[in-house]
């Protein structure tokens, strides 16, 4: 005769998942408090890596796009406008609150289980970065864009090793009353038949490595002196004599030669060098873009004054910036200004070259007060 088993009765099973409810409590009351402890963590030390690298490369892109827009604006006609980014602070919150409730049931009957625990919360993330954009306008409008770049400074770009034919290109109107080439309407001319052989001979003279620059003290004022060395052989003398007699330089019995700001010297014992602001520079690159016919036709600007494919690279685009209807893939820097895109191809290194030349003129423009005036040294025969 086989024994009958009774089934457990709902009092029993009930005592049975007691444990498990109180276990299962437990492990939600522990993941509370892992919560609370990990709030409790700063988040600020692991947004610096991230933020700083974020915002430098915004600010950069943004400064190139917007040198690229006032370049094309300017080729319109349309005055520049440009702002800066004067300060960012970055602000993070986290906010949150957690509650829970654990209880085991005295409800013998009761069996389901997600009655014995009650989870709730909520939580908010902050970020409120604080940007502020100044306008240049008044004084520092001026300084920027409308004051020559003082000639000190240029020659202190040649001497930190950026081609000097290509900066003075950029920089310069005349050198001793030599003129530079010019696309700037009206004023627009034909170089003198010997600024760029003087650039070219400039630019020899500087890879020979017999010219230096440095800061000397005159007095209470600082001046840069440019040094020729003693050593030299025939063709960097060639090219030395070439430059004094086209410049109708002369040296003193010191070797140095007064290098001032004007058109025009006052002796043979300066180099008078008459300087481009950063408007006029801005609008010598604004005449080689590639714009499209129809404006033209239109009369919304001027034809093209420098071209890409002329017999001289000095007559060529200081910077190519191309323009279609469509936006580019990966541009190098694009803006979109009417119906029309405009970039600079990211394969042009010669044109993100001299782009990133303008970015450093900017800075130059920003010293305010010319300094003092400054001395050519060149060997006396």
Sequence with gaps: ??????????????MKLMPQRANLAGRFVALLLGCVVAAC?????????????DYITAVAESWKEQTLLNIVRMRYGDAPSFVDVSSIIGAYAVQGQLAANAAISS????????????????????????????????????????????PSAVFELVQAGYPADAILQMTTRAINGIYNRSSRGISAREPDP???PLLDALRRLQLSGAVSVR???????????????????????????????????????????????GPLARSDKEIAVLTRSMAEILLEVSAGIEVPSEDVTEGLTSPSTRLADAPNPHDR?????????????????????????????????????????????????????????????????
């Design 1 to 14: 005769m086989s024994r009958r088993l009774k089934p457990d009765r709902p009092a029993d099973n009930q």
């Design 41 to 53: 963590s700063s988040i600020g030390p692991v947004t610096v890596p991230r933020d700083r690298v």
């Design 107 to 150: 409800n013998l009957t009761n069996n389901a289980p997600w009655n014995l625990v009650t989870l709730g919360g909520n939580a908010t993330y902050l970020d409120r970065p604080t940007i502020t954009y100044t306008p240049i306008t008044g004084d520092k409008f001026a300084r920027s864009l409308l004051r020559p770049i003082p």
């Design 194 to 196: 010997e600024f760029y």
């Design 215 to 261: 800061l000397d003290k005159r007095g209470p004022n600082e001046v840069s002196i440019v040094i020729f060395s003693d050593r030299r052989s025939p063709d960097v003398n060639r090219d030395l004599q070439y430059v004094e007699k086209t410049l109708g330089a002369t040296p003193g019995k010191d070797g140095e030669l007064a290098l001032t700001s």
């Design 317 to 381: 685009p200081l910077v190519r910036i191309i323009s279609g209807a469509t936006q580019p893939a990966s541009p190098f820097a694009a803006v979109h200004y009417g119906s029309t895109w405009y970039w600079i191809a990211k394969n042009d290194l010669a044109s993100k070259r001299v782009f990133t030349f303008l970015m450093m003129f900017f800075s130059l423009a920003e010293t305010g007060v010319t300094p003092a005036t400054p001395v050519l040294t060149l060997p006396a025969n």
